[in-house]
Each structure stands twice: as C-alpha cells, then as structure tokens.
C-alpha cells in the first residue's frame, strides 16, 4: 500500500493492480508461475466478488509471459478482449480478473534465436531495427492493425503483406486480433510514399480495421513503447481509419489544468481517481517526489461536488515544526510571541473544498494527533483558544514514503494512516512511463518557450533518445524544469544532446537503475556493504536453503515455493555448494 522508495530500481517486472477503491503492485517472478484468484493459496490474491476462487495463471518465463485463464466465471481480457487462448504480454497491456484491473509492466527481454515468425519473434525483430535506428540515426515506423475481431479479415491481411512487404519489413501477430508490421526506413510523415499505399492497402483488405502508427524515436525508443504507441493509437481509430500515436495523448482539463496521459497504467489510475471522487473517502495517493502526486490530487477535486469550493494544497514538509498547528488549524491574537492578529488557519480556509496535505509522512507526532481528531469530530480548535469551530472538508494527501513501514517504526500514527488511506493510489515513477516522456517533453518545451515569447523548438532525435534513457529521479518536475532549462538557454531552434546537461548521459533506464542514492545520515557510520552481486548470491542460498528445509529436502517442492523452475534450482543447488536434506521417511525417532 506504501510507495517505493524514490532509489527504486525501474527493472523489476510488475502488475499496478486496481481493485475497488486502491491500487497497488504486485511484482512478477523472473521465472515462475503466477496463480491470480481470491483462493487463500493464490499467489495474487484478490478480494473482489467478480473474482473467481481460481481466476487465472501467469507464466513467465526466459522468453517472455503469458496469460490464461482458468475458466473463470467472469472470464479474463487483455486490452478489453476476452482471453480464449494463452495470450503473449506485453509492457502495457490491460487484464482485466473480472471487475479487477492490472496492467503489466515487463521488463525488457534479449533478442531471442530465430524461429518461425511468432509474437516473441517479431518483438525480438523490432528490438534489432530499433537498435539499429537508433545507432545510425535511420527512421523507423511501426503500424499496428486491430482487426474488428479476433481473425476477421485476417487471410486478407495477410494476402496485402504478402504482396506489399519489402524484404526489410517484418510483420506478425501480436493475438488473433493484432498485427504489427515493422516498417524501416519509413519516417511515419503524413502522405509519406510507401506508408499510405500499405495503410489504403490493409483498409481495403479489411474495411473495418483500425490502423495505428507510431515511429521511432519520437513516439519511444525502445520496442514495448512502440508496440504500446502504435496500439494505442489504433484503439483510438475510427474503423477503416487510421490514427497517428499523438491521437493516442489523453488531455484531461481539469480546470485550468491540463494533464497529457498516455501511459495505459495513468490512464487507469485517473479512471479510478474520477471515480474516487465521487465519494467523500479520504484518498492517499503515493508515489516518488515529482511523479504528479498534486495533479492526482486535484483531479479527485475537480471531479468532486467540491469543485466549486476552494483546493488548498499544504506542504507538511515546508512547515516549520513550531509553526506547524498554527498553520494548519489557525491561532488567536495573543497566543504566542508575534501572534499580533487572529489567523485562520489551512484546514479551516478550505471549507466546502478539499484540503491537499502534501508529504503528510512528514508531519510531527503531536500535529499527527491533532490531525487525526479534527478529521475524526470535523472540528478544530485555534492556536490559544478552547472553542471549536466546524468544519467541511476533504482531504487529500500524498507521500513519497512508505507509511506501512513508518508506522511499523513508530514514526506515523497508524490510526492517522487508516484515516487517511481509505482508498490509496500508487502513482508509477515516469521512468516507469516511457510513453509520456517524449510528449511530456515537448508539452513543457512549448509552454516554456510561450513564455519567454520565443517561437517554438524541436528536440532532435538524439535528444529524444538521451531523454528516454535518463532515469528521472526527480520524474515530471525534473523533466518541466530541464525544458525550461533548455528554453531559456538554447539560442537555436533545435535542441541537441549536446545542450542538455552531462547528467543526461549518465545510467540509462533501460540499462539500469536510477543512481544509487546518498546513505541515509543514520547509515554514515554503519559497516560497509557487501557488493551487490554478493548479496544476491547470499539472499539466493538462504532463501533456497530455507525452501528445502520446508520441503523436507524435496527440491521439486523447495522450487516450487521460491517460484523458481526446477532446471534453475538445481543449477544453482550446485553453483551454491548446498546440500539437500534426505527426505524425511515416517516418524521422527524417540
């Protein structure tokens, strides 16, 4: 329920779940099977009633995962269709366990060896032309074809490929109703030659088809975006239309606020943020600083009966610690050294409104208690008075912390974080949403550009790539801030990799983890720490070692309870020197 530290490592293959009034992430095995149901033994344990007991497997494996279902009494479907057969994932793809919600996040998979032309084959060849775009600077363009239904028109489809494919393209399909065609050299521009004959030739074929088209680097650099863009883009495609990946960006006006979303997983969580708002819940909304935790928060008030009221945004984290009650809850004349006038407080000056306390985790115990009281009678009482005043508000707060852990240390009131955390949304970090990077990007360029009254700037293809392998520790501020960085520093109309700062060219996110953060002040002085490689060797031995003592030394039994194949466990039995107990046989003696 608690966010991720913000040094969280972006490689990790995960589902965001949404279920009934919060989200939050399950992380997916390196290899495994992955049972989803609300049976007790289910490894995805779900709560909702549409659930079946028994709902679905997740297998993943080297080469990527699947979904099947398991006769479930509400069915399975991947981006909106219903799950017949095992079906391939992808990053970005949307199940749906009955009323339950989860959309995949899986990390990057090698080229696998050629084989006959099959979904895993084909992302393995879009991995090689994406490499090589990028490499050389060449255009590539990827046009993903959403049959009206699975296998509608799909002999036809193939017919047009047969005939229109060049020997550099590559095609295949993703499911029985999506076909994605690899198309380099091909920029993706409107009226491009090649690119509109292939677009009329596959309508043609199949009149009620939609077309999407996403090109590289613009629209992502890195294979899944693509796919993801191009999907998107056909999703949103009127039948026998096409539409570009920009047709694919969400704007969501939220008064005067605009949010640019494309990413699948924000575009779940903002569908369940409007619903949220619907109610008078409290909402936690958790994530890494910057992520885009104030916008989530508006957006539950403007989609509130509250809209019209006022939103106060607070930052716990700003207020000084002897301050901290008098801003929140007011003060009289007179009530300490420089109170010269009554002051109403933040809470207070949000009536009919909807209060945002940011980095509540950072709040002092004795404003924590406070807090939970007014929240709890709807009161409040000044700074240097004994009356209570009412007051109608809802709150909404946000954290980068895991306040689970917090509470576990005795720094967070528990009562306060149940108070709070009624429903809780997890916002993904932004390098988690490489869709939105490059839109996102030139958002910011152009309003920053309006104001300092310049015309507008393009970001080159080197540019785009830098910023999709950057990654954002500081997530959509820090990308805002560089954009208007470059706004006021470039002279030219062309933004060069050149241009950006050298921390742009540091570890890439598709590389790596985000930079090892600074030790905490409390570690300085602590011990130093194993190398990585050997912690990972250690934590691999005990957990093996703890699964075969359970397993009485069965190492069927013992992989099967660390989720590890058994080709693996054996491996690794060796590798790591243990030593499988004897299976234990009757009674144990005396």
């Not at 969400?250 to 605009?258: Q, S, Y």
């Not at 809209?307 to 930052?315: E, S, Y």
Request: proline share 7%.
């Amino acid at each position: 329920m608690g966010a991720p530290s913000e040094s969280s490592g972006s490689g990790d293959a995960y589902l965001l779940v949404l279920e009934g009034e919060s989200s939050w992430r399950f992380p997916l095995p390196a290899e495994g099977v992955v049972l989803v149901g609300r049976d007790e033994r289910a490894d995805l344990r779900l709560r909702d009633e549409s659930v079946s007991r028994r709902h679905a497997r997740i297998l993943v494996t080297d080469e990527g995962s699947r979904v099947v279902d398991l006769g479930s009494q509400n069915g399975t479907s991947v981006n909106g269709r219903a799950l017949e057969d095992a079906q391939p994932l992808l990053s970005g793809d949307v199940l749906a366990f009955g009323a339950v919600v989860a959309v995949v996040r899986v990390r990057s998979r090698p080229v696998p060896a050629r084989r006959a032309m099959d979904a895993e084959r084909l992302m393995g060849q879009l991995r090689e032309e994406v490499e090589r775009a990028l490499r050389y600077g060449r255009p590539l363009t990827v046009l993903a074809v959403a049959l009206p239904e699975p296998g509608a028109g799909r002999d036809a489809v193939e017919g047009v490929l047969g005939s229109d494919a060049g020997p550099a393209e590559a095609a295949g399909w993703l499911d029985s109703a999506h076909l994605l065609w690899l198309l380099p050299e091909v920029s993706g521009e409107p009226g491009e030659e090649g690119l509109g004959e292939r677009v009329e030739a596959l309508l043609a074929a199949c009149p009620r088809a939609r077309v999407g088209v996403a090109t590289c680097p613009s629209d992502g650099c890195d294979a899944d975006t693509l796919v993801a863009a191009a999907r998107t883009a056909a999703q949103v495609a009127v039948p026998g239309a096409f539409a570009a990946a920009s047709e694919g960006i969400t704007r969501l006006t939220l008064g005067d606020r605009v949010v640019l979303v494309a990413d699948p997983a924000m575009a779940q969580l903002y569908a369940l943020l409007r619903r949220l708002a619907a109610s008078e819940l409290p909402v936690l909304v958790c994530g890494e600083t910057g992520a885009g935790k104030e916008n989530a928060a508006f957006a539950v008030h403007h989609g509130s009966r509250r809209a019209a009221g006022p939103f106060v945004p607070v930052n716990c984290a700003a207020l000084p610690e002897s301050l901290v009650e008098s801003e929140l809850f007011g003060h009289e004349k007179g009530a300490f050294t420089g109170a010269n006038a009554s002051r109403v407080g933040l809470l207070e000056s949000a009536q009919g409104g909807t209060v945002f306390l940011d980095e509540v985790g950072e709040l002092p115990p004795a404003a924590q208690a406070k807090l939970l009281r007014a929240l709890e009678v709807r009161r409040i009482t000044r700074v240097g008075d004994v009356r209570e005043r009412p007051i109608d508000i809802r709150v909404v707060a946000a954290t980068h912390r895991d306040l689970e852990a917090e509470v576990a240390a005795g720094r967070f009131r528990q009562d306060l974080y149940f108070r709070l955390g009624a429903a809780t949304v997890l916002l993904p970090p932004l390098r988690e949403r490489p869709r939105e990077v490059p839109m996102l990007a030139r958002d910011f360029l152009a309003r920053a550009c309006m104001a300092l009254g310049r015309g507008g700037m393009e970001l080159a293809s080197g540019t785009l790539l830098a910023l999709s392998r950057h990654a954002w520790p500081g997530n959509v501020r820090e990308l805002r801030n560089l954009m208007d960085y470059v706004a006021a520093a470039v002279t030219g109309d062309v933004v060069e990799p050149h241009h950006l700062p050298a921390r742009m060219m540091g570890l890439s996110r598709a590389t790596g983890s985000p930079p090892e953060p600074m030790p905490a002040p409390e570690s300085v002085t602590a011990s130093p720490r194993l190398p990585l490689a050997q912690e990972i060797r250690e934590l691999e031995r005990r957990r093996m070692q703890e699964a075969l003592d359970a397993s009485e030394g069965v190492q069927t039994r013992a992989a099967a309870l660390i989720g590890m194949p058994i080709r693996t466990f054996s491996f690794k039995l060796k590798q790591l020197g243990l030593q499988p107990r004897a299976t234990r046989r009757g009674p144990p003696p005396g």
